[in-house]
Every structure is written in C-alpha cells, then in structure tokens.
C-alpha cells in the first residue's frame, strides 16, 4: 500500500493550495480518506475527511468553510482544496486511507486509529 501526498508549499496568509493523495494497492473506490496535519511541537489533528462512496464529508471547526475534500475515483486520488490560508494553517499534512468500506456517525471520520494507511507527508507553510 502507498499513499503519495503532494501539493505542499509556501503560501502567503490569503492563498490557496490544493494537496493530492494518490493511492496504489488498495481498493480506493472502498476506502475513506482523510486528511490529518500536525505542525511543529504539537499533535496530529484531523483536518477533514470524505467517505469511500463520496456521499459523507467531514471537517474540523478550524477549516469548516475555507477547506474541501473530494475525491477522483478514476485516478485512485483524493484532494484537499485550501483557501484563505491563515499561518496557523502551517503543518505537516498526511493522508490516510480506511480500505474497509465502513462509515462513521458522529466524531468517528475524526478518529485517527480508524484509518490503516498513510502517506509520507506534504509540508504547508503559510507566511504571514
């Protein structure tokens, strides 16, 4: 299984920019995915989340409204859109990916244990 994240970069507070996780051996068209961060001293956090049939996204309070996840099912990739970026966007961003086919209520997209894989990580600097 590999997730490859893409799409990091320095951005000025305003901007925009669009990640990518591409995934290889796993049945993406059943796998949710989601998108974490963890910047510098501090845990890893949910950022936002998509189910595996694309019907169910999830986000965190921090990025409701400037933030969205899809998903290309024909390219085995999932993308997180990134506008008006703030500097207390800068982190780490991975992807990770549940290949069960299985569907959370309430705070379960958010849970981290839920997804089994993960990609490498893209950075995301955001200049003030």
């Known amino acids: 299984v590999q997730l490859q994240a893409s799409g990091g970069g320095l951005v000025q507070a305003g901007g925009s920019l669009r990640l990518s996780c591409t995934a290889s051996g796993i049945t993406f068209s059943r796998s949710s995915m989601s998108w974490f961060r963890q910047a510098p001293g501090k845990a890893r956090e949910f950022v936002a989340a998509?189910?595996?049939?694309?019907?169910?996204?999830d986000y965190a309070d921090s990025v409701k409204g400037r933030f969205t996840i899809s998903r290309d099912n024909a390219v085995n990739t999932a993308y997180l859109q990134m506008n008006s970026l703030k500097p207390e966007d800068t982190a780490v961003y991975y992807c990770?990916?549940?290949?069960?086919?299985?569907?959370?209520?309430?705070?379960?997209?958010?849970?981290?244990?839920?997804?089994?894989?993960w990609g490498q990580g893209t950075l995301v600097t955001v200049s003030s």
């Open positions: 998509i189910s595996w049939g694309g019907a169910v996204t």
């Open positions: 990770g990916a549940d290949p069960r086919a299985r569907t959370y209520s309430g705070h379960g997209w958010q849970v981290r244990g839920n997804y089994l894989h």
